[in-house]
T-cell receptor
């Protein structure tokens, strides 16, 4: 199962674009890359999922290079309410063996 | 709104007491999961159910039992609570191979 590595914490300011990169050198051919957001006292919430190239939705963009050994979650123009922990997971969407690391704690400052 | 509903939201137990955490989803998902989240540990899988009628152990099953009552409901039981089971418990479900998890809002359990 592919292990992921992402920064423990990041700081930003309101209105800036935030990019969080995740490394997954052992990603398998059938694996998808999924990002979740978690606020204090809440369960993680699905943000975006992709397999290759670029995926965009109303919340974020996900950039995946051709070798798929890393991915970057891009949050445009962050606000204070984007302060949360962001998790990168690699594997099939319903894979019970998905490894949840500690994620990246993003702090958005005024 | 459609989603995963967990009850109760908070619970305090004395060591040795038992309780059942309830979880229900209304998205017609096949797979359901119970996780615990502790500071500095990330989410850890306790039990999961790939489909109605099946359950299997996850990473940290000791001290817990589960029941997949029907397609909607998946309960977690602590038979004899211990302080080490103080944690936040999350139920989740998935609808297919490449769909993400939908999580409930969690149960904060304290065992004294």
């Amino acid at each position: 199962l592919a292990k992921t590595t992402q920064p423990i914490s990041m700081d930003s300011y309101e209105g800036q674009e935030v990019n969080i990169t995740c490394s997954h050198n052992n990603i398998a051919t059938n694996d998808y890359i999924t990002w979740y957001q978690q606020f204090p006292s809440q369960g993680p919430r699905f943000i975006i999922q992709g397999y290759k190239t670029k995926v965009t939705n109303e919340v974020a963009s996900l950039f995946i290079p051709a070798d798929r050994k890393s991915s970057t979650l891009s949050l445009p123009r962050v606000s204070l309410s984007d302060t949360a922990v962001y998790y990168c997971l690699v594997g099939a969407g319903n894979n019970r063996k998905l490894i949840w690391g500690l994620g990246t704690s993003l702090a958005v400052n005024p | 709104n459609a989603g995963v509903t967990q009850t109760p939201k908070f619970q305090v137990l004395k060591t040795g007491q038992s309780m059942t955490l309830q979880c229900a989803q209304d998205m017609n998902h096949n797979s359901m999961y119970w996780y615990r989240q502790d500071p500095g540990m990330g989410l850890r899988l306790i039990y999961y159910s790939a489909s109605e009628g099946t359950t299997d152990k996850g990473e940290v099953p000791n001290g817990y039992n589960v029941s997949r009552l029907n397609k909607r409901e998946f309960s977690l039981r602590l038979e004899s609570a211990a302080p080490s089971q103080t944690s936040v418990y999350f139920c989740a479900s998935t609808g297919g191979r490449n769909y993400g998890y939908t999580f409930g809002s969690g149960t904060r359990l304290t065992v004294v």
